[in-house]
């Protein structure tokens, strides 16, 4: 997708391992390189269903990275990736062959709300995390 901002994060606004993770690397990136949109949002809602994800039952997040869409392992390498040192050297996981990243991660996204609960309503920023998540379509 042409024009995508970089660094995106398209997640599941109602999983309580999501919002967790996306508050954690907020408190992480503290250059605020790394922008969020639910996938319950407008804009998340139009990006996941270009990128194949059926957003009423999502079963991966997307991480947008220099142009590219990323889902799974990928977009969890890459997301670790730019949260610099000392975060960027778990990516070394990068090692194993894709096919177990990818397995390991289907199974926590198939158990996420068994594991850790779900929220009634998506998660909405405070009003200091309002400039790091983006909820409408850019207009072109």
């Not at 599941?12 to 605020?32: E, I, P």
């Not at 998340?44 to 392992?73: C, M, N, V, W, Y």
């Not at 996981?93 to 009634?120: E, K, Q, S, T």
Request: hydrophobic share 45%; glycine share 8%.
């Amino acid at each position: 997708m042409s024009g995508s901002p970089d660094g995106l994060w398209l997640f599941d606004g109602v999983c309580n391992l999501c919002s967790g993770s996306v508050r954690t690397v907020m408190a992480l990136d503290r250059k605020g390189l790394i922008r969020f949109t639910p996938i319950q949002s407008a804009y998340g809602r139009q990006l996941a269903q270009e990128h194949g994800i059926d957003p009423d039952q999502p079963t991966s997040f997307l991480f947008l990275d220099s142009g590219r869409a990323l889902e799974k392992s990928a977009a969890v390498l890459a997301l670790l990736r730019r949260l610099g040192a000392p975060w960027s050297w778990l990516a070394v996981i990068d090692v194993l062959p894709r096919a177990w990243l990818d397995g390991a991660y289907d199974w926590l996204a198939a158990n996420r709300y068994r594991l850790m609960g779900r929220r009634a309503t998506c998660m909405l920023p405070t009003p200091e995390q309002r400039a790091r998540f983006i909820l409408d379509p850019p207009i072109s």
